[in-house]
């Protein structure tokens, strides 16, 4: 007789990422829908892990990560946003931002806790808070420019708000916070117990001179958050799984107790990799700029088509509406889409508990040009044969 096992996660299936790529792979379709460059990284950064694992750099490391890192890391904190953290306690290097996500959370949440989550919202973080017994308080992002409405947050606070979650650039939708969101943050967490852990893996990625608002800017804000990056992000390498989380003394020390039972210590030689190419400002400054470049050629070949380009200030990332070619449901269009024009997307509704539907799918542009070319070409003429 097979043990009886409870899950935690009862109503989680495979993560649409998963379902979509399979569908991609199956199809031959181009996949526009997973977030991840289909270019080169650098040479140099190949090299020097490399270079790292040739020195004999092939042990375990440090449990908070390689110091050399960290200090490098401090001072870009210092560089970017201002801010003087310690690199003896206030950074730790995680295999990844999802596990640094899943272990801030894992700190600080006890069954009975809320925790305020915006939707469209990246995929871990609700799980990630019923698996640590606590309740995921859900607040819609106001569609079609994905705000944040602040007044209905001051009503969602109780007694229980034990964190809030917070993305910038967000993923899926591409918006980004402003310095008047800040203010509203401040206003409603000052005097509280009240968290915030900022998800800030797409900090680069801000498009048309906008400044990224890093919590890490707001030295008040700070004192109550866990701020989380993805190496993954900075250079390309999301297969490296490498990121880390900065967050003061008291937080980061709960956070030490977590990890070290955990992954307990990051690869080494891709932190002596990292730590050495951080050295190289120009290669995180050009982002933008690179990035703003594919998000605009890629509406630029979208323009063709029917489908509407909602707003991207941010990320690898741009939603589109397709009311005008289809009444489908997203899922069902997104697949269609992958089936029968050889493009793979993401539907929004795939980003709600509730599959809220908007006619909106997410497509990602960190591709070659080439690739963009073919997927929109491809679109035409589907677009083509529909309207035949
Ligand atoms: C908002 C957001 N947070 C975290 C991550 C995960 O980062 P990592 O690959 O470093 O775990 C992603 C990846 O897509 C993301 O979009």
Redesign the pocket.
Known sequence: MQPFLKSKLENTGISIFTVMSVLAAEHKAINLGQ?TPDFEISEELIGLVNKAMQDGHNQYSHRNGLLALREKIAEKIEFLYGNKVDPSIQITI????????FTALTTVLSPGDEVIVFEPA?D?YVPTIKVNGATPVLIELQYPDYKIDWQLVKEKITPATKLIML?SP???TGTILTEEDIWQLREIVEGTDILILS?E??EHLVFEGNQHESILKYPDLFERSFV??????VYQC?GW???YCVAPDQLMKEFLKVHQYNCFCCNTPVQYALASFLNKKNEYLQLPDFFQAKRDYFQSLMAQTKFKALPSYG??FQLYSYKDISNESEFQFAKKLTEKAGVATIPVSAFYQNGKENQVLRFCFAKKEQTLNEAVSRLCNFQDRLYK
């Open positions: 977030g995680t295999p990844g931002a999802t596990y640094a996500i990246y871990s993305n967000n993923n899926p998800d893996v797409y989380v990056f993805s190496f993954g992000k999301t799984k490498m990121g990320s690898y």
